[in-house]
């Protein structure tokens, strides 16, 4: 009788919560919004420049291991959690207690992720913003900013003779791109040491709080209005990337480039560093453990079936990285012709693949204002997927 009398009173809660707990009003929903959520920048930005600098296609074996190993146990997991106690991250723990502490971590790891990356994506809007125009401005030398140790990288003679005669006076170290001083000078504005903190850039608040502002309107009403925003900045990325893919690998030294990632370098597999770096970009790149996930299937149903997802997402997301390295790879195969290299010594940075690299190939596009929009903006969706 008492078994009983247990057995109802825990029906009834569970009534309670599924009247007070929202839904998806679709299956699409729930699933575009977890491909949104786990492809993100990284994908673009932090996924090609991991494989650049662990030698190439040596990087997707490892990379695929942990997707299978990691990736799809660990969102069974969080949707297994999320869709039966239809609670959140802090919340979810009152099957255990214990582990409350995790999902305090969860938030904590949420909430420093969204400071630093929407930083970013003010970045990403202050590049739209100045894409708007007739020439690039990260594309000529002669802008306020500049200096004369600036270059036009263009498969010219005139560039050419600008970094020649900059390495002929003993300044070779000096020299930077147009999209280097534009990144450097115009949008971070470096100064000459830690002692001299600069000026608060307004137009980088402005950007940062027009980010918050839209990621605000996307939240304020619920899944109802966010499951619907998805079908939209979920599918635009895939549409801009498929297009670049098409323009960029009818580039001159393409094939350079695309063979430099997919051909494995078999040594650096000895090396643990390569497998430890893919293990952190599958779970950085996936948003595991951040407590996402686990929010997300707590709008499911009861009843839904789940393991569909857990299967097909962490896959997308690892072919979406896939996929934006072919795109990343014909751009630096391109960028090694024109100044005269080997894909290996075109970067040198992970930050200057989306802010300078990107950017500068861009620029050597026909129409370039309207190919740095559509980059630009696609960075945008995917920004406001993630958050």
């Known amino acids: ?5 247990n057995s109802t009173s825990k029906g009834k809660y569970e009534v309670t919560q599924e009247e007070r707990r929202e839904t998806w009003t679709g299956r699409f929903d729930f699933f575009l919004s977890n491909v949104g959520y786990a ?7 932090r996924f090609p420049y ?28 969080e949707y297994s959690l999320g869709q039966f106690s239809s609670n959140g991250p802090i919340s979810v723990w009152k099957i255990c207690p214990l582990m409350k502490g995790l999902g305090y971590a969860m938030v904590s790891t949420s909430a420093i992720f969204c400071i630093y990356f929407n930083v970013m994506m003010g970045y990403v809007l202050y590049f739209l913003y100045h894409s708007l125009t007739s020439v690039l401005p990260w594309s000529t030398c002669d802008n306020e900013w500049n200096t004369e140790f600036c270059y036009i990288s263009k498969p010219s003679n005139t560039s050419t003779s600008n970094i020649s005669s900059i390495t002929g006076n003993n300044t070779g170290d000096l020299k930077m791109s147009s999209s280097e001083e534009f990144w450097s000078y115009n949008v971070l504005q ?4 830690i002692e001299d903190m ?3 850039r307004l137009e980088l608040l402005l950007c940062l709080f027009i ?36 323009r960029v690998v009818t580039l001159p030294g393409a094939t350079d480039g695309i063979l430099f990632y997919v051909v494995p370098q078999w040594d650096k597999l000895l090396s643990t560093k390569v497998w430890g770096e893919a293990a952190l970009q599958i779970f950085f790149s996936t948003s595991m453990g951040w407590g996402g996930l686990l929010t997300f299937a707590s709008y ?6 789940m393991y569909g997802n857990a299967m097909i997402v962490p896959t997308v997301n690892c072919g979406t990285s896939i996929f934006a390295g072919f795109i990343t790879f014909s751009m630096l195969g391109f960028m090694a012709l024109n100044k005269g290299t080997t894909v290996d010594k075109v970067l040198n940075q992970g930050p200057g693949l989306v802010f300078i690299t990107y950017p500068e190939a861009i620029s050597s596009f026909p129409i370039s204002p309207f190919w740095a929009v559509l980059f630009f903006l696609m960075l945008f969706t995917i920004g406001i997927d993630t958050q």
Do not use: Q
């Open 211 to 246: 980010f918050w502002f839209i990621v605000f309107l996307c939240l304020c009403k619920g899944i109802k209005v966010s499951g619907k925003i998805v079908y939209v900045t979920a599918i635009f990325p895939y549409i801009v990337l498929i297009i670049f893919l098409i």
């Open 50 to 77: 991991l494989c650049y600098k662990n030698g190439g296609g040596s990087f997707l074996i490892p990379y695929i291991t942990f997707m299978i190993l990691g990736a799809l146990p660990m969102f069974l997991l």
């Open 39 to 45: 492809v993100g920048i990284g994908n673009i930005w």
């Open 300 to 305: 499911n149903k009861f009843h839904d079936n």
């Open 190 to 193: 470096i100064t000459s040491g």
């Open 198 to 200: 600069g000026n608060i």
């Open 1 to 5: 009788m008492e078994c009983k009398e």
